[in-house]
C-alpha cells in the first residue's frame, strides 16, 4: 500500500493589484495576480497583532481569461489550487526559487457595486465557481484583452497534456 499525498490551497483574501494576462507562443493563456490574506491574534498581554501574508496567483487558460476581465485590485476572492516551487536563474546569474498556488477554481465575493462599477458591464453570478460563471441575457461583453506573448526563462511543469518550456513562463 503507498501514502498518500495532497497538494490544496484554499484562500480567502483581497487582490494587491489588477491581474495580468499573457499568452505562451502556443496561445495557452495565464493570468498572475497578487493576493493578501490577513490574520490577527491577541498577544497575552490583550494587544491585537495583525499579519499580512502576500501569495503569488496563477491561472491557466479559460480560467486565466475569466480572473483578467472580472477580477481587479482589492476585490475579495476564494481561490483554490496546489502550491508550486520552481528554481531558475536570474539575469543577475543567482538561482532564485518561486513559490506560487497555480488555482483550479475562484468565486468572487464581493460585488461590483463595492467599487463603484455601474453600466453596461458584463453581470455574472459571483456567488457561483468560475467554472459556472456565465454572463446575464442583455448585456454588453467585456472587450478583449490583447495578446501579450511571454518569453521569460524559467522551467514550469507539463498541464493539460501540453509541453510548456522555460520560453512559456510568464515571469
Not at 484554499?10 to 487582490?15: A, F, R, Y
Not at 491561472?59 to 520552481?86: D, F, M, P
Not at 531558475?88 to 463595492?114: N, P
Not at 465557481?129 to 518569453?151: H, N, R, Y
Request: include cysteine; charge should be negative.
Amino acid at each position: 500500500m503507498s501514502a498518500r499525498s495532497l497538494n490544496k490551497v484554499i484562500l480567502i483574501g483581497n487582490l494587491t493589484r489588477d491581474p495580468e494576462l499573457r499568452y505562451t507562443p502556443s496561445g495557452t493563456g495565464v493570468c498572475t495576480f497578487g493576493l493578501a490574506t490577513n490574520r490577527s491574534w491577541t498577544t497575552q498581554t490583550g494587544e491585537t497583532k495583525e499579519d499580512t501574508e502576500f501569495h503569488r496567483i496563477v491561472a491557466w487558460n479559460k480560467l486565466g481569461e475569466l480572473c483578467s476581465q472580472l477580477l481587479t485590485k482589492g476585490r475579495k476572492v476564494y481561490v483554490e489550487g496546489r502550491i508550486s516551487s520552481h528554481s531558475f536563474i536570474g539575469q543577475d546569474g543567482t538561482q532564485k526559487t518561486i513559490t506560487e498556488i497555480v488555482i483550479e477554481d475562484m468565486i468572487i465575493l464581493d460585488s461590483r457595486k463595492d467599487y463603484g462599477q455601474t453600466g453596461a458591464s458584463t453581470n455574472v453570478n459571483v456567488s457561483a465557481p468560475v467554472s459556472q460563471l456565465q454572463p446575464v441575457t442583455g448585456t454588453q461583453p467585456k472587450a478583449e484583452v490583447p495578446k501579450k506573448e511571454i518569453k521569460e526563462e524559467s522551467p514550469v511543469e507539463k498541464t493539460g497534456g501540453e509541453d510548456i518550456t522555460a520560453d512559456d513562463i510568464p515571469f
